[in-house]
Structure formats: structure tokens, C-alpha cells
């Protein structure tokens, strides 16, 4: 951001939402460009996420379509998700990707994937506060 923060930007960042964070999006939602900066939110009910860039649009994903949420280092998400492995270069701090992993309304399985450097312990966070939320959410027969 730097010192000077951009107004139009200001105005379009979500601001009544305790836990939030700053990630950069990779796969999982049609019309969203890859490498948008996003926010991603979480209310009771629901994960927001607004991309920052591009046409001002939110996108809303209940609670209850979450099936599970993990933070994979930049190597096991190419080889589980790409299906290819990667050479990290020695030099990079490498990335670390949040994978929201839910049940759309035409009942298949997709993935929503983000990625940040060096955010390792906020996207932990964040996804054991998801989780959370799903296993209070869920019903046991």
C-alpha cells in the first residue's frame, strides 16, 4: 500500500468484518482475473470476498457449502492441485495458498485458491476460524 492510500481503494475495502485478510487471488472464480488482490472476510454466515481491482463486485459463499479450508506450502498445492511439480527458486520466500474447498449449487465439488507470501501463521488463522464455524455448523445423524 505504502504511505499513501488510494481513495477508490479505501472506499471498496470491507470494514465491518472482525477477521479479514489480505490475499491475492489464484483459481476458483469465473471473471476474477488471476493475481487480483482480494479481502476475504468472515461473518456468522458466510465468507465474503471482494476483489479490489477490477469491476466492484463481492462474491458470497455460505458457511454451510464449505466441506473443509487448508493452507498448503507453494509445492503440495502445484502437485495436488496442478498435478505438476515446481522448483522453488532458493532465493524466494516462496508462497503459501488457502484453499477453500465447497459444494457448489449444482452439487460438484470446487476449490477457490488464494496465495500470499510469508502469511503462513494469518492464513492458519484464518482457516481454523472457518473450520470452526463448519464443525459448529455441521449436523450429526
Known amino acids: 500500500m505504502g504511505l499513501f492510500k ?3 481503494l479505501e472506499r471498496r475495502e470491507l470494514k465491518d468484518y472482525n477477521e479479514k485478510i489480505r490475499v491475492i487471488f489464484n483459481d476458483g472464480i469465473p471473471d476474477v482475473p488471476q493475481n487480483t488482490i482480494c479481502e476475504v ?8 470476498i471482494n476483489p479490489l481491482v477490477g469491476p466492484e463486485h463481492k462474491i458470497y459463499l455460505n458457511i454451510s457449502q464449505i466441506k473443509s479450508v487448508s493452507v498448503l506450502p507453494w509445492g503440495e498445492y502445484a502437485l495436488k492441485y496442478q498435478h505438476t511439480t515446481i522448483s522453488i527458486p532458493k532465493n524466494s520466500p516462496g508462497r503459501i495458498y488457502l484453499v477453500i474447498s465447497f ?3 449444482d452439487n460438484t ?9 510469508l ?3 494469518k492464513f492458519e488463522h484464518f482457516s481454523d476460524i472457518i ?11
Open 41 to 48: 472476510a468472515i461473518s456468522d454466515e458466510q465468507i465474503v
Open 109 to 117: 465439488s470446487k476449490i477457490i485458491s488464494f496465495w500470499g507470501s
Open 131 to 141: 473450520n470452526a464455524k463448519i464443525t459448529s455448523n455441521a449436523v450429526y445423524l
Open 6 to 8: 488510494n481513495k477508490e
Open 119 to 121: 502469511q503462513f501463521i
Open 103 to 105: 459444494q457448489a449449487s
